[in-house]
């Protein structure tokens, strides 16, 4: 029997029933909604679970305002095992496609342009529904099935989707986390199959999948290698992929380390590279590093530390202001020149003060300023900040992205947009600020935002 990926599909929920005291390894999803799922006119019946629901104990459920809904497949944890075990997750858990999350038709576009300048031609964004709230700061929490790999593979369809490309012809993916749920065991291969990236021939995919690491600029660092990449024509790679994801970890607050814990959120964001049209080329980079130890996890310990006060002026700022300055000065610009300016956000603080001193002016940076909407999604953060102004960018307009990853190192790109940075727009409707301003957003408070974030 021929097999149907339905991952790109919309659903309906036909009959639905309430798990209410699941056991075993489906016990720590509390209780679910389970159901029977139809696709194509019901010529397909699958059964699934409900995800992004928190019921709570003697809520009542009116199963016949459920029935007959759109459903929406998500990529999920499917329950939980021992910290030695293969985690094993699943695409068909579901969310209703008229809430958080609307399905959006994966359609092959053939390209009508080559350029001679490398650069972005489609990218994606995916933070959860939960958020918890506190002051003026709101944060992105995973659900409970969530983890840094299904925020990858959620950001990697959605940058399919909005570049129009065929998947088949993504020739490397590149994944950054700082939360991988393995030490040993990359992300990158679980994206590249669920995604179906190169040719498929059996169980394996025709595509060169890497999982790479250093700390918040673990994806952005790449950006450099991907564009290099399809620009090498002998190597034959038509498409990269990059995805930057993380459930950024934090200890409990009064812990050790657990200053850290105001600021931590959960998502990914996903960019493909090529020469087919583009939508922002890359006309230049630049890069620093130094041996710098203010922020480190030891193997084996489940949150990171960090050196106080020290985590600023000899780290990130030292850093994202070398490499940004030494950007301007190779492709001879000044602050004025460039329409937006993006880099890491780890508070609310530090990329005000950098932007500030760097000579930029409030319109210039503000647009990317998501720490107080999603939180420090660590190796998703400066990239999520480059997608919000992709969002709004015209076309002919200079970005330029500076990222930074403790230990320490920054990486500048300059981005120049071109005409189909709008064309592409109606391909996606779950933009940053759609996500950032949802009217579906779940608020959690503390106790169960560090359940959520535990997860299976």
């Not at 053939?110 to 489609?122: A, H, L, N």
């Not at 959860?128 to 983890?147: C, H, K, L, Q, T």
């Not at 980079?285 to 960090?306: A, K, L, N, Q, V």
């Not at 202001?321 to 993006?342: C, G, H, P, Q, W």
Request: glycine fraction near 8%; aromatic fraction near 10%.
């Amino acid at each position: 029997m021929d097999s149907v990926d339905l991952f790109y599909d919309k659903g309906k929920l036909e009959l639905c029933t309430l798990v209410k005291e699941p056991t075993n390894k489906f016990t720590k999803l509390g209780s679910y909604i389970h159901g029977i799922v139809s696709f194509h006119n019901g010529q397909i019946r699958v059964p699934g679970r409900l995800t992004d629901q928190i019921i709570n104990d003697g809520e009542e459920i009116d199963f016949s305002s459920l029935e007959g809904r759109e459903v929406v497949p998500r990529f999920r944890r499917r329950y939980s095992v021992g910290k030695s075990d293969v985690v094993p997750t699943i695409s068909l858990a579901f969310t209703f496609a008229d809430e958080y999350y609307p399905h959006q038709e994966y359609k092959i576009v053939q390209p009508s342009k080559e350029y001679d300048t490398p650069g972005i031609v489609g990218y994606g964004v995916y933070v959860s529904r939960f958020r918890i709230r506190e002051g003026n700061i709101e944060r992105s929490v995973p659900f409970v099935d969530e983890d840094a790999v299904t925020a990858a593979v959620e950001a990697g369809k959605l940058a399919l989707i909005h570049s129009g490309v065929d998947s088949t012809l993504v020739g490397k993916i590149y994944v950054g986390s700082e939360s991988n749920p393995y030490a040993v065991k990359p992300i990158a291969s679980k994206v590249a199959q669920v995604l179906k990236l190169g040719e498929e021939e059996g169980d394996m995919q025709g595509v060169d999948a890497v999982d790479t690491e250093f700390a918040c600029k673990a994806a952005s660092s790449m950006f450099k290698d991907a564009v290099s990449l399809v620009n090498y024509e002998r190597a034959g790679v038509k498409y990269t992929m990059v995805i930057g994801a993380d459930n950024s970890q934090a200890a409990p607050r009064g812990c050790p380390g657990g200053e850290l814990d105001l600021f931590v959120g959960y998502g990914g964001a996903a960019f493909i590279f090529g020469k087919y049209d583009v939508i922002a080329e890359i006309e230049g980079w630049y890069s620093c590093t130094s041996d710098t130890p203010d922020f480190w996890r030891r193997d084996g310990e489940p949150f990171p530390m960090h050196g106080g006060r020290f985590t600023g002026d000899p780290a990130y700022f030292k850093h994202v202001r070398k490499a940004t300055v030494k950007l301007m000065e190779k492709l001879n610009l000044k602050a004025s020149d460039i329409n937006y300016f993006v880099t890491h956000q780890p508070n609310p603080q530090f990329p005000v003060r950098i932007a500030k001193e760097l000579g930029f002016k409030d319109e210039q940076y503000t647009a990317s300023l998501q720490i107080n909407k999603f939180g420090n999604t660590y190796s998703g953060c400066s990239p999520i900040g480059l997608a919000s102004i992709l969002d709004i960018a015209k076309p002919d307009e200079l970005v330029l992205i500076t990222s930074y990853g403790s230990g320490a190192g920054s990486d500048a790109y300059l981005l120049r947009t071109t005409s189909q940075i709008v064309d592409k727009r109606r391909r996606q409707e779950l933009t940053v600020k759609a996500q950032a301003a949802n009217p579906f957003v779940k608020y959690v408070d503390y106790p169960t935002y560090r359940r959520l974030k535990l997860g299976l």
